[in-house]
Structure formats: structure tokens, C-alpha cells
């Protein structure tokens, strides 16, 4: 098979079940390789993706060129109106624009401020753990991996409890379509992630106005009440869109890093024991399974002047698929890559992304995901897998279970 075809195949079963054999092949043979089937640059090694972070020729805007590209491709309408939306995101712009947008979110993500909610996760993850114990379920992604960073993100915004299970829902929706490189083919998913948005921003836009008037210590009151550098505050369509990015980017994707995290655990049981009989090590180990199984295989850029990378030329206007997931098992990179070491250090994985749009959140997925493992393995200490065949989404873009179905006997 040559280096073409194999790229062709990433959305394949084998690859959907296990990309990381591919993954070393594309590092090995073509580590830059154009795929027809995905109309891409891949882009495979530590090095080239850690370089193309800091490449101001490859741009993070990848709404105005996809939008032009759905005029010729006939599209629904309602995936313009999505984009049109999410044109507002931090994450989808580029400097100087990401700049201003970045300063001001940051204020919400003080250290500070997110330390603090370290012990109420731990509340909500035992909240969800007795759920789950007393009703005799088995899928930890529905009872626990799921609900948890919504709820999370739900309270710093302020949003009041009875409104939870309407993020959950949102978030889940955006996911059908949000950075195009899924594999999800659900004929309706525009249309229903068009629905969650369209309520999101009403939502938002109304819960902005109560804390205008009467602003209180959450998160929403700190992004209204923020200043930026040019003496600027949010507009509120950004603040709106600020809100629902930050719904979206922390929500599927700590919830899956909580669940590969379980599952990768429970398939070596010598690393389990280890960090059973050393939970000083759960730091590490969330850096290591972020590294080993994160949840985020491809970040999408755009080439917006033609040039090499890795040796390849790539053009103005053509799409690069930067695999974080490849990166962080290159040899180059990490010895014995393949290996899970729950002490390696150091652990220089890309998993929360690098440069200007490193992830804003990684301090508070790293709690969610500590508190996460530390409940789930202190209360169920006979925790296994099932005989259940386990399913992996199909999507480039995301590495995430179906569910992940669990036994879980003699729980305290
Ligand atoms: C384990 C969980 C998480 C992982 C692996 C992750 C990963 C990433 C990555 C790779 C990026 C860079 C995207 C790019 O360069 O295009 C990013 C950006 C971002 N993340 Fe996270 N993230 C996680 C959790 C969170 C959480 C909990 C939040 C907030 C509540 C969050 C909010 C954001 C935002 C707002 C951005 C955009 C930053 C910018 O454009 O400047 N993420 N994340």
C-alpha cells in the first residue's frame, strides 16, 4: 500500500478502531503527504506539527474558506448559518483579532480561579458516581465522563442547575458538525446543530443581560465585566460567542480524555496497580494518557501563502491536518513511544495544542480529569471492562467511545 492509499484509509475500520499504526507508517514513509480522500496535507511528526504552531502562513480561520467552498458544493444552508456563528470563535481566528479575544478570556481563566474549583469537582464526580453505583449502570461516559464537564463549565458561566441537561445537549449537537472533520453523516446534524446554537446564543444572550444589570462572582460576569488592552470590552456577539465556545471546546473533549484515560488504564493493569499503589503519580499519569490516547487526533489549518513544510510544497488555500495524536507518539520524540509509562518525564506531549491558541482550559481539564481518576479509582477498586465490544467514533478530529461499558463490584 503506498503512502497515498494508507492516508486514504484514516477513516476507515481499522483506522477508526487503531490510527497509530498508520500513523507510524505516514511518520516513516511520507511524513508529509497529500491525501486526495481528505483533500489535506497530513501532517504526522513531533516536529513538523510542534513548527507549524508558530507558522504564520497556516491560519486558524477556516470559516471564510470553507464557507466559500459550500457556495460550489451545495451544501445545506443551514451549515452557513453554523459557520457564520462560530465565526466569532477565538479558536477560528488569527491574530490580531485572536489577540484581543484571548487577552480578554483569560481574565475567567485565572489560575486562581480555577484552582478553586477543585474541590467542588470532586463534589460533582462523587454526585455522578453514586448515580451511577445506586443505579446499577455500566456506561462511565453517560453517568460520569459525560455529564461532568458540562456541568462544570455550566456553573462557572453561572447558568442556573435546572438549565444543565440544556448544555449537555447543546454541546453534543455542535459536535455533529463543529470542525469539519468528522465522519458523522447523520443526514439531519446541520440542522439539529443549527437548532442547539441558535437556542445557545438566545440562552447567552439573556443570562449576559442578568449579570449586566447585577454582575456576580462567575465567569460570565468576568468576561462582561473585562477590559481589554485597547480599553475594549467584549462586543456582546462575542461574548455570546465566547460562551458557547467555551461550552464546546471544554465539554467533548475532557469527557473523552476522562474515558480513553479509564480505558487505557484498564487494558495495562500493571500501570493500574502502579498508580493504585501510588496515586501521587495521577499527576503524570494524566500527562501520559493525554500523550498516549488524548482526545483530539487532527487541529485543522489553512495554507494562506504557498510554502514548504517538511519538504513538501503546500499552496495558498489548501488544508493542513496537524495529527497531535501522531506527534505524541513519535520516536523521535518520546522514547519507546508506544510504551504507557504513568511516571514519564518529561512528558513535552501536544495534546493541549501550542503556540497563540494553546488550549485556555488545560489547567482545568487537568483538575477535571485528576479529580476525575482519583474518585472513579478510589470508589470502584474492582473496576473492569465488560465483554462488551467496545466502539470508537469515526471522525478525524476527535478519538472518543461510544461508551465505555464497566463492571464495578463492591464499590465504597
Ligand atoms: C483534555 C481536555 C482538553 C483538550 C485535550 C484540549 C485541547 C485543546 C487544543 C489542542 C487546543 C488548540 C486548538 C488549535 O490550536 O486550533 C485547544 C484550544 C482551546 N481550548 Fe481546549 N482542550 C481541553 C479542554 C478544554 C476546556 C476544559 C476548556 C474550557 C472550559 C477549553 C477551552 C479551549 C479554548 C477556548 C480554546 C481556544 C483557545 C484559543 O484559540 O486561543 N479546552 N484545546
Not at 495534546?351 to 477535571?368: K, M, N, S, T, Y
Request: aromatic share 6%; with cysteine.
Amino acid at each position: 500500500m503506498d503512502a497515498v492509499s494508507v492516508a486514504s484509509d484514516l477513516l476507515g475500520p481499522t483506522a477508526t478502531e487503531d490510527p497509530y499504526a498508520l500513523f507510524a507508517e505516514l511518520r516513516e514513509r511520507e511524513p508529509v503527504c497529500w491525501s486526495e480522500a481528505h483533500r489535506a496535507w497530513l501532517v504526522t511528526r513531533y516536529a513538523d506539527v510542534a513548527a507549524a504552531f508558530q507558522n504564520k502562513r497556516l491560519s486558524s480561520d477556516r470559516v471564510r474558506p470553507m464557507l466559500a467552498a459550500r457556495a460550489t458544493e451545495g451544501v445545506p444552508a443551514a451549515a452557513d448559518e453554523i459557520l457564520s456563528m462560530m465565526s466569532e470563535w477565538m479558536v477560528l481566528s488569527d491574530p490580531p483579532a485572536h489577540t484581543r479575544l484571548r487577552r480578554l478570556a483569560a481574565a475567567a481563566f485565572r489560575g486562581q480561579r480555577i484552582a478553586a474549583l477543585e474541590g467542588r469537582i470532586g463534589e460533582l464526580v462523587d454526585g455522578f458516581l453514586d448515580g451511577f453505583v445506586a443505579g446499577g449502570h455500566r456506561d462511565l461516559i453517560e453517568h460520569v465522563a459525560y455529564p461532568l464537564p458540562a456541568t462544570v463549565i455550566a456553573e462557572m458561566l453561572g447558568a442556573p442547575p435546572a438549565d444543565r441537561d440544556r448544555f449537555r445537549r447543546w454541546s453534543g449537537e455542535l459536535g455533529l458538525v463543529a470542525f469539519g472533520a468528522g465522519g458523522d453523516a447523520r443526514p439531519d446534524r446541520h440542522e439539529r446543530a443549527l437548532g442547539g446554537l441558535r437556542e445557545m446564543f438566545e440562552y447567552f444572550t439573556e443570562l449576559a443581560e442578568i449579570r449586566r444589570a447585577a454582575p456576580t462572582g462567575d465567569m460570565l460576569s468576568a468576561l462582561l465585566g473585562t477590559e481589554g488592552p485597547d480599553g475594549a470590552a467584549l462586543r456582546p456577539d462575542e461574548l455570546v460567542g465566547m460562551c458557547s465556545l467555551l461550552l464546546f471546546a471544554g465539554h467533548e473533549t475532557t469527557t473523552n480524555s476522562i474515558a480513553n484515560g479509564v480505558l487505557t488504564l484498564l487494558k495495562h493493569p500493571d500501570q493500574l496497580a502502579r498508580l493504585r499503589g501510588h496515586p501521587e503519580l495521577i499527576p503524570s499519569a494524566v500527562e501520559e494518557l493525554l500523550r498516549i490516547e488524548g482526545p483530539i487526533k487532527t487541529l485543522v489549518r489553512w495554507v494562506v501563502e504557498d510554502h514548504e513544510l517538511g519538504g513538501r510544497t503546500i499552496r495558498n488555500g489548501e488544508r493542513v491536518y496537524l495529527l497531535i495524536s501522531s506527534a505524541n507518539r513519535d520516536p523521535d520524540r518520546f522514547a519507546d513511544p508506544e510504551r504507557l509509562d504513568l511516571g514519564r518525564a518529561p512528558n513535552p506531549h501536544i495534546a493541549f495544542g501550542r503556540g497563540v491558541h494553546a488550549c485556555i482550559g488545560a489547567q482545568l481539564a487537568r483538575i477535571e480529569m485528576r479529580v476525575a481518576l482519583d474518585r472513579i479509582l478510589g470508589r470502584l477498586p474492582e473496576l473492569a471492562l465488560t465483554e462488551d465490544q467496545l466502539t470508537w467514533n469515526c471522525s478525524l478530529a476527535s478519538r472518543s467511545l461510544a461508551a465505555l461499558p464497566v463492571t464495578h463490584r463492591a464499590p465504597r
